[in-house]
Nanobody
């Protein structure tokens, strides 16, 4: 049974940093396409960043490029999202995601975490 468990969310002031973690069980993060999505109230779930299975190839949404970094620790079987220079518009529930192929939209995700709230105050 696949489980993705996020942690690290919280309340932070604008300009601050947070690191989200996604501990995986039932799958190997290096063998799956992994990603982070977010969903703000009243908005659709959108991809924030993704990392390919196998060789590390990353993608970032334009809104977070240069501020967020996705990475994985294969030994810990954990996915991370380092978020720097946070803005109030980054406020959302952040979800860890896994898929068998390239993750582009929510429809390409086969497994979801439960989500972790990130709130950025101005």
């Amino acid at each position: 049974q696949v489980q993705l468990v996020e942690s690290g969310g919280g309340l932070v002031q604008a300009g601050g940093s947070l690191r989200l973690s996604c501990a995986a069980s039932g799958l190997t993060v290096s063998s799956y396409a992994m990603g982070w999505f977010r969903q703000a109230p009243g908005k659709e779930r959108e991809i924030v960043a993704r990392i390919s299975r196998g060789p590390t190839i990353t993608y970032y949404a334009d809104s977070v490029k240069g501020r967020f970094t996705i990475s994985r620790d294969n030994a810990k079987n954990t996915l991370y999202l380092q978020m720097n220079s946070l803005k109030p518009e980054d406020t959302a529930v952040y979800f860890c995601a896994a898929g068998s192929a390239v993750i582009t939209t929510a429809f390409t995700v086969s497994n979801w975490g439960q989500g972790t709230q990130v709130t950025v105050s101005s």
